[in-house]
């Protein structure tokens, strides 16, 4: 019986990957097999969200399993005792959203897509619109954990101080840069 693993990501657009492992097959082109069980390994709409929020083990399993529209109402409460944790000071944030409010939006670890308009993870003005490959979420996730709500505050846990790829992004399709 063969056993497949679904990771669910999100990179510019959402993709669900099939990765299938026969340790018996040593044939030089692989064949597509659907048969078997299917189980959904992680979510990562965005980035470190999980890593921070919820524990490592069952909790961070049963959050990756988890399906999307049950999330909110399964996990926010977790992830408010985290935020109130990580910033006992939290008041509302940047968008001037409550603990409660950006914990609630947080737990359900979807990546949001607006048909019209700018695609970005936060640019002061459009939220959670899409992600650009440019955009540096990580320090976007920062300033509305520790930036209070001008976005100005804990100026030293607002930013993870990588400003740039390593590498430029490409002109075309599909825009990723080159490999090392």
Not at 25 to 49: C, E, H, K, W
Not at 79 to 88: H, T, V
Not at 121 to 136: I, K, S
């Amino acid at each position: 019986m063969h056993k497949y693993k679904i990771i669910t990501m999100s990179f510019v657009f959402a993709a669900t990957l099939f990765v299938s492992c026969d340790k018996n097959d040593n044939t030089s082109s692989p064949q597509l097999d659907f048969a078997g069980s299917y189980v959904q390994q992680d979510q990562m709409a965005r980035p470190a969200i999980n890593t921070v929020f919820i524990a490592s083990g069952a909790p961070k399993d049963a959050f990756n399993a988890a399906i999307p529209s049950a999330m909110g109402a399964n996990y926010q409460s977790i992830f408010q005792s985290r935020l109130l944790a990580l910033n006992a000071g939290y008041t509302t944030n940047a968008l001037g959203q409550t603990a409660a409010q950006f914990t609630g939006l947080l737990s359900t670890d979807v990546l949001n897509v607006k048909k019209t308009g700018k695609t970005t993870f936060f640019d002061g003005t459009n939220v959670l619109t899409g992600r650009a490959l440019a955009d540096d979420v990580i320090d976007v996730e920062l300033l509305l954990i520790f930036g209070g709500p001008a976005g100005t505050s804990n100026a030293g846990l607002t930013s993870d101080h990588v400003n740039a790829n390593d590498k430029a992004f490409t002109a075309s399709f599909p825009y990723l840069a080159t490999a090392w």
